[in-house]
């Protein structure tokens, strides 16, 4: 698993409670939740993506497209090609896409990571954001959203030994970006980390700071 600078984590904690007392449910962090409507988007994936709805490849990748196109952490730029391409796509590979989310929901997640992967890959699409982020909303305490600036500013600014980004997105380094963030998260008060996302929202802003104060 790899390694965390423990005191860049306190030092980052301290300053966040002292800026935001109650973590996230300071009224500025309320506001900036209400902008992402997190609560209505983990609802919605977790009642479009239960086991049973995968019945229909045709109705699953809808969904699919749906989420991605209502969702705040995918670029204005990804998610109109990404309807594009799955409404294009022959109803065999809207079939692989499915049955690798599916897959990846409800059973082995390395299979239906590489699935979805391969077949999105084929249309220049295999991206980190487009791979994660129904996970992220199903499982807002068990995934993660890979969002690369976010995920190599944390690498680097909290020293993770033993983790090097590639935009290519693999089964791997998405296990072990996991690993590291699941086993930070309970480092930290639990008002920093109501779901994995705000925790890596929470150590986004750290490192940001960090980053400007350096720059001064």
Request: aromatic content about 10%.
């Amino acid at each position: 698993m790899a390694t965390t600078n423990k005191n860049k984590l306190k030092l980052a904690e301290a300053r966040f409670m002292q800026r935001y007392p109650g973590g996230f449910s300071h009224p500025e962090m309320q506001e900036i939740g209400k902008k992402h409507r997190v609560g209505k988007m983990i609802d919605m994936a977790q009642a479009e993506f239960a086991k049973n709805r995968f019945r229909d490849p045709e109705t699953v990748s809808e969904a699919m497209v749906k989420m991605v196109s209502r969702s705040s952490l995918i670029s204005l730029f990804e998610k109109p090609r990404f309807r594009d391409v799955v409404r294009t796509m022959a109803h065999s590979e809207k079939d692989i896409l499915a049955s690798g989310l599916e897959e990846f929901l409800h059973g082995n997640q390395q299979q239906g990571f590489d699935a979805m992967t391969a077949t999105l890959a084929q249309w220049k699409l295999a991206k980190w954001s487009l791979l994660t982020v129904i996970p992220n909303y199903y499982r807002p305490n068990d995934e993660v959203f890979v969002k690369p600036t976010t995920v190599k500013g944390v690498i680097r600014h909290f020293e993770l030994k033993g983790l090097e980004y590639s935009p290519k997105p693999s089964w791997d380094f998405y296990r072990r970006f996991r690993d590291a963030v699941l086993d930070m998260k309970p480092k930290v008060d639990p008002l920093l980390a109501p779901s994995n996302a705000a925790f890596l929202g929470f150590l986004m802003m750290a490192f940001k700071e960090a980053d400007a104060h350096e720059q001064r």
